[in-house]
């Protein structure tokens, strides 16, 4: 991420930076998905509600007894990694850290004794921007999923398609070291391509 480009002094503020710039993004993917879940009836509320307490809101309403099983299955890791990387993400932010001129590759919490390694922050940033191709994935194939039909005329897909599809928009816009990539595991295109 950071390479030989930015002097080692930086990469603790880069880094955190990075954190919060990928949390912003899986959030605006999250609040996408929210609108479809609401949409579909089973979820309610604000589209405003902070983002710590929208995820369990999220959560619930995948876990919905109203949502499709194949749709919840695939879902509910997705919302789940994400709450877990936002959680990750707000105790590296809202402390206070200093980087150790002795150990550059390491930073100390100053309210507690901690110490992470400048890897671990850039592994959240790099998963919480993962989530987000993850997440966008989801938002996208969420109405075939939760509203079948909505659009007239068009043919209403079976579970082995939605599967299909679903892995195709987690897959092909999954991002990864500034390349787009396929996620692993069979994906064959859907039945008419």
């Known amino acids: 991420m950071t390479g030989d480009v930015l002097p080692p002094r930086f990469e603790f503020s880069f880094l955190v930076g990075e954190v919060v710039r990928n949390d912003v ?25 902070n ?5 369990p809101l999220v959560r619930k309403a995948v876990r919905d007894e109203h949502t499709p ?3 919840r299955e ?6 789940q990694a994400v709450q877990e990387a936002h959680r990750e993400r707000n105790r590296l932010v809202h402390d206070q850290w200093v980087q150790s001129p002795w150990s550059p590759g390491e930073v ?29 994935g989801l938002a996208v194939i969420a109405p075939a999923w939760l509203r079948p039909g909505d659009d007239p005329g ?6 082995e398609d939605l599967h299909q599809w679903t892995r195709v928009a987690m897959g092909f816009i999954d991002y990864d ?8 595991g069979p994906a064959p295109m859907p039945r008419g391509y």
């Open 25 to 49: 993004f899986v959030e605006t993917e999250t609040r996408v998905l929210w609108t479809e879940l609401i949409a579909a009836g089973v979820a309610s509320g604000s589209f405003m509600t």
């Open 51 to 55: 983002f710590g307490r929208l995820l």
């Open 69 to 71: 099983t194949p749709f």
């Open 74 to 79: 695939v879902a509910l890791p997705v919302v």
């Open 108 to 136: 100390r919490a100053l309210r507690r004794p901690e110490r992470r390694q400048l890897s671990e922050l850039r592994k959240l940033a790099e998963s919480l921007l993962e989530l987000t191709w993850r997440m966008r």
């Open 154 to 159: 068009e043919e209403e897909l079976d579970t």
């Open 177 to 184: 070291g500034h390349q787009v990539r396929g996620t692993s």
